[in-house]
Each structure stands twice: as structure tokens, then as C-alpha cells.
């Protein structure tokens, strides 16, 4: 029988809780670079404008995105446009609104799930309603945005995307702000 020396077995659970440590702030530094430690306000407000053409658009902007603006980690934009028949003002129909209610919150829960992808603006007014997102990659938000309207009728939509790493479109939107209302 092998006789180890005085203190072995205390050095070897030492070295065992050091390791343990290690791994558990490596899994912090992990979360905090992947940015699951960044909180998604749903903080919104609501401004209205015009589209030029003297139809009423109401503006509806995310607040509070400042952590995500500043990770970088979401360098891409995407513009849903659904364009539907103007009633009273340019603003849709009581059935359209409906429906696209039904679409904007599945769009945003699925994409926002995992923070692919944040809803940052909706435009709605002459004709059109936009949902405007920052994502991560535009690749996997076109697959998931596929998996998403899948179970919904073809819908009268167009996509765009465009780099926008310094979310120029979301801070030139957000100067709306101080023309909110309500």
C-alpha cells in the first residue's frame, strides 16, 4: 500500500473547487458575451407623422435599446412591408389591422425568443405597415421568418434588408420621440 503524503487529499479538493470556479465564471463570461445578460425593454412609444402625400402614419418606436445598440452583435436590418387597401387617413381596415396584429406579435415573440432579432419600429399609414428588425444574420432570419408565416394565408409582403451597424434608421426613428403620444 501506497502511502501519499500529508495533505494530498485536501490539495486534490482544492484543485477540484478551483476548477469548478473556473468553469462557472466561464459560463458567465460566456453569457455576458453572447449577450443573454441584455434585457429587452417593452418599453414602446407612439408618435404620429405624415407620409408627404397627406396620409396619417403613426410611428411606433422600442425604447430603452441602448445595450443592444452598443453590443454590435446586431449589425443587420430587415424591413417587413405589408401593403394593404387605405380606408379613412391611409390606415388599414378594422380586418387588416386585426390580422396584422396576429402577425406582428408572432413575428416578434419567435423572433425576439432567443434574440435573434429585435423589433425596434412599426410604421403604419398610407397603405403600408412596416416592422422593422436588428438581427444577428439575416440567413437564419429569413429561415425562422419561413418557419414563422408558414401556417398563415400568402401574405401581401415584401422584405428588405440592409447593414445598418450603427442602427442609423433606428436612431434617425427615435428622434420621433419627443413628439410622442400618450
Not at 17 to 46: A, D, P, Q
Not at 58 to 86: M, Q
Not at 97 to 105: K, L, N
Amino acid at each position: 500500500m501506497k502511502i501519499r503524503p500529508d495533505g494530498y487529499q485536501q490539495k486534490l479538493t482544492f484543485t477540484f473547487l478551483c476548477i469548478c470556479v473556473i468553469i462557472r465564471f466561464y459560463h458567465v463570461y460566456l453569457t455576458i458575451i453572447n449577450g443573454r445578460n441584455m434585457k429587452l425593454s417593452n418599453e414602446w412609444f407612439t408618435a404620429l407623422s405624415d407620409n408627404g402625400a397627406g396620409d396619417l402614419v403613426t410611428v411606433v418606436g422600442r425604447d430603452s435599446l441602448a445595450e443592444f445598440i452598443h453590443s454590435g452583435k446586431f449589425k443587420e436590418r430587415v424591413e417587413i412591408t405589408w401593403k394593404y387597401e387605405p380606408c379613412d387617413k391611409g390606415m388599414p381596415s378594422g380586418n387588416d389591422a386585426e390580422r396584422m396584429e396576429v402577425v406582428q406579435e408572432t413575428l416578434r415573440k419567435a423572433m425576439e425568443k432567443d434574440k435573434l432579432s429585435i423589433l425596434t419600429a412599426v410604421y403604419t399609414g398610407g397603405g403600408e405597415k412596416i416592422w422593422v428588425f436588428y438581427t444577428r444574420t439575416v440567413r437564419v432570419f429569413g429561415e425562422r421568418l419561413n418557419d414563422i408565416l408558414a401556417p398563415f394565408e400568402l401574405l401581401p409582403v415584401s422584405i428588405y434588408t440592409e447593414a445598418d451597424p450603427d442602427w442609423e434608421e433606428y436612431k434617425d426613428m427615435y428622434e420621433m420621440k419627443e413628439w410622442s403620444v400618450g
